[in-house]
């Protein structure tokens, strides 16, 4: 999430929506994970793959609740990621990454414009000097709260590419969007 503490995400994400006559975003605050420290730690039949599937012992998992407060207890330390509570620590397999950019907003505040991207499970991240894109093999992830990330869906990255321009980027010429008044490298042009 954001470090800026002058972007008030949620609450310029419920204007738009009003404006928009939508309903607010859903409350997908991650749970205090970071604060347990729980002795059991074990693996759990559960893996998403890198086409985002979420499985249990080798099904999908599609009761949508069930990943939502998953997705709320996930965190990923020294490429392991895990399912904590404050009793248990369970270890899965993420074969990419676990979230997904499924869309996102344009918002301005105090002048400046930013892009708020919006994960599947996950609260919205707002792209600044704090929170950019991780270029993979060329891909852009989103780094997220607890060293996960978030792959862009195809559809948005084929949007993000409408809004950027072509900047030269330490001799490469590179798509880039403005957020934050800062630019955010999407990945090389080629030729």
Known sequence: ?????DIDIKRLLAEQAQQAGDDAPAELDPYPVERWHPERVYDLPLAITA???????????TR??????FARIMSCEDGQHYLTTPVEKAR?????????????HKLTDKGTEYLALQPD????VVLDAANTFELRDG??????????????SRAV???????????DIDGRACAVIQ?????????????
């Open 1 to 5: 999430m954001s470090e800026n503490p």
């Open 51 to 61: 086409e985002n599937i979420w499985q249990y012992q080798g099904s999908p998992l």
């Open 64 to 69: 949508e609740p069930t990943r939502q407060v």
């Open 92 to 104: 899965i397999e993420v074969a990419d990454a676990p979230f997904q950019v499924l869309t996102f």
């Open 121 to 124: 499970y996950a609260p919205a």
């Open 139 to 152: 891909v852009p992830y989103l780094g997220m709260h607890r060293g996960l990330r978030a792959r862009l």
């Open 157 to 167: 990255f084929y949007q993000l590419i409408e809004l950027s321009t072509v900047e």
């Open 179 to 191: 957020s934050g008044g800062r630019p955010h490298v999407l990945g090389p042009v080629e030729d």
